[in-house]
């Protein structure tokens, strides 16, 4: 991990703000280091530590070649969620969670291929020649696909993870990433259970510059094992090249001396 993780950073950022110690979780509370007017205080350092923990095991899944999954459909995570999706060019849902996104896969993909089914419609120039009702139910369609599963529409197998901002509000998600074995990272807020998770980051889910400061550093990580992979898949065909030219070099010796 190249980016070293400051204590000073994630304060700066509001990362420590808990909840109000009425609304607790009491499995939080090995991550809880004080109570100050009423709202919990996270432990920054074991906040370090499982970020730390996290970005190793997202940037072995990502070295992997499987997509990440990015989820938060609260308002003031939506941008952060959308932006370290694109960067690294991870399917992303910031909309309603679809049900059964994961456990019914299958479903979820016919929808993206009805999307695809439309575009080619307007392409060829069949969807003008329906009437003017149809083309408008058929657009209205479209655009309803396209704000639930558009982020998506690349996603052509279950993701190798996901990343999760408020185990609460996204827990349909967590449910059914669990049901499949999916690994899930998770900022987890001292009103939540950080045990319905694989990965729990200990943080302050409600604040964006706080949001942005852990998933930028989960981003990296992701961006790191993609590099490697690239990096493996370059060495691999150039070993590949190499044996091939010195088979190609055996064999002309033997033409030569047959």
Do not use: C
């Not at 993206?112 to 020649?129: L, P, Q, Y």
């Not at 690239?230 to 090249?241: G, L, N, P, Y």
């Amino acid at each position: 991990m190249a980016d070293k993780i400051k204590v000073e950073d994630l304060i700066k950022s509001g990362v420590h703000f808990g909840h109000l110690s009425r609304k607790w979780n009491p499995s939080m509370a090995p991550y809880i280091y004080m109570k100050k007017n009423g709202i919990h205080i996270i432990n920054l350092y074991k906040t370090v530590a499982k970020i730390q923990e996290a970005k190793k095991a997202i940037q072995k899944i990502a070295s992997s070649g499987r997509k990440i999954l990015f989820v938060a459909t609260k308002k003031q995570a939506k941008e952060a969620v959308e932006t370290y999706a694109k960067v690294n060019n991870m399917p992303y849902i910031t909309e309603r969670w679809p049900g059964g996104m994961l456990t019914n896969f299958v479903t979820i993909r016919k929808s993206v291929k009805k999307m695809g089914t439309i575009d080619k419609m307007k392409k060829d120039g069949s969807f003008d020649t329906l009437s003017k009702r149809e083309r408008l139910q058929i657009g209205r369609l479209r655009s309803k696909l396209e704000k639930n599963i558009g982020s998506i529409a690349d996603m052509t197998r279950l993701p190798g993870a996901i990343v999760v901002v408020d185990v609460l509000r996204e827990n349909i998600a967590v449910k059914e990433a669990a049901k499949l074995n999916i690994p899930v990272f998770a900022m987890v807020d001292t009103n939540s259970d950080p045990t319905l998770v694989d990965y729990a980051i200990p943080s302050n889910d409600d604040a964006s510059k706080s949001i942005d400061a852990i998933l930028k550093h989960l981003s990296d990580a992701i961006k790191e094992g993609l590099a490697e992979r690239k990096a493996d898949s370059k060495a691999s065909e150039e070993d590949t090249k190499t044996r091939e030219e010195k088979e190609e070099v055996e064999k002309k010796k033997i033409d030569k001396n047959a």
